[in-house]
């Protein structure tokens, strides 16, 4: 098994595209935290999905709600998957933390991917969610439940996760001024996913 180079994790999906389509349950057992979402934005809105994998399921959940998807990989066979199931909408192939997409969004999503930045990384990228967003817009990430760095296996590939504390996250989203909505550490009936939810106010 592999250790790829923690700062291009993306690089590491290119080898296991097919086991992670295959393996990503399909189920939408986020959809408690989707459901808010839509709730929570205009109708028909604008979703950017940061490391939006294969497009299945998120994306598609927006799609059929009506929304516009700008979908931002940096695994190139991904994003041809995405192309060929979801050909009306916008796919990118970029590392997350070198976009500048010169538009706001009423929704960003870095759903099981924002965990694979180093910790430094992730500091950062809270001025590009802000850069992003509208006034009133919604963020949504998946974060691990406490600080600290691990490799695990996917598919064969030693794939590697960061989180930094759940106090440092709140000071982040603060600073650019995100109020916390939900935070839940280890949902069990989301996979044992830790998830925020901030709206911009």
Same mark, same amino acid.
């Given at each position: 098994?592999?250790?790829?180079?923690?700062?291009?994790?993306? *690089? #590491?999906?290119? *080898?296991?595209?097919?086991?992670?389509? =295959?393996?990503?349950?399909?189920?939408?057992?986020?959809?408690?935290?989707?459901?808010?979402?839509?709730?929570?934005?205009?109708?028909?809105?604008?979703? /950017?999905?940061?490391?939006?994998?294969?497009?299945?399921?998120?994306?598609?959940?927006?799609?059929?709600?009506?929304?516009?998807?700008? =979908?931002?990989?940096?695994?190139?066979?991904?994003?041809?998957?995405?192309?060929?199931?979801?050909?009306?909408?916008?796919?990118?192939?970029?590392?997350?933390?070198?976009?500048?997409?010169?538009?706001?969004?009423?929704?960003?999503?870095?759903?099981?991917?924002?965990?694979?930045?180093?910790?430094?990384?992730?500091?950062?990228?809270?001025?590009?969610? *802000?850069?992003?967003?509208?006034?009133?817009?919604?963020?949504?990430?998946?974060?691990?439940?406490?600080?600290?760095?691990?490799?695990?296996?996917? =598919? =064969?590939?030693?794939?590697?996760?960061?989180?930094?504390? !759940?106090?440092?996250?709140?000071?982040?989203?603060? #600073?650019?001024?995100?109020?916390? /909505?939900?935070?839940?550490?280890?949902?069990?009936?989301?996979?044992? !996913?830790?998830?925020?939810? #901030?709206?911009?106010?």
């Amino acid at each position: 098994m592999n250790k790829r180079n923690k700062e291009k994790v993306y *690089e #590491a999906y290119e *080898e296991i595209v097919d086991w992670f389509d =295959g393996a990503r349950t399909k189920t939408l057992m986020e959809s408690e935290y989707l459901d808010l979402i839509v709730k929570s934005v205009p109708a028909n809105g604008s979703v /950017l999905d940061l490391g939006c994998g294969t497009g299945e399921p998120i994306a598609q959940f927006f799609i059929d709600k009506g929304f516009k998807i700008t =979908g931002v990989d940096g695994s190139k066979k991904m994003i041809e998957l995405c192309k060929k199931r979801f050909p009306a909408e916008q796919w990118i192939v970029s590392d997350m933390r070198e976009i500048n997409i010169q538009k706001r969004f009423d929704v960003i999503l870095a759903w099981h991917s924002f965990f694979h930045l180093d910790q430094d990384s992730q500091r950062k990228m809270f001025k590009i969610f *802000e850069t992003h967003i509208k006034p009133g817009g919604i963020l949504a990430f998946t974060s691990g439940e406490e600080e600290g760095e691990v490799w695990s296996d996917n =598919g =064969g590939q030693q794939l590697y996760h960061a989180s930094l504390s !759940a106090n440092e996250y709140q000071s982040l989203l603060k #600073a650019m001024s995100f109020k916390v /909505l939900v935070h839940k550490v280890c949902d069990p009936k989301c996979g044992e !996913a830790t998830v925020w939810v #901030a709206q911009k106010t």
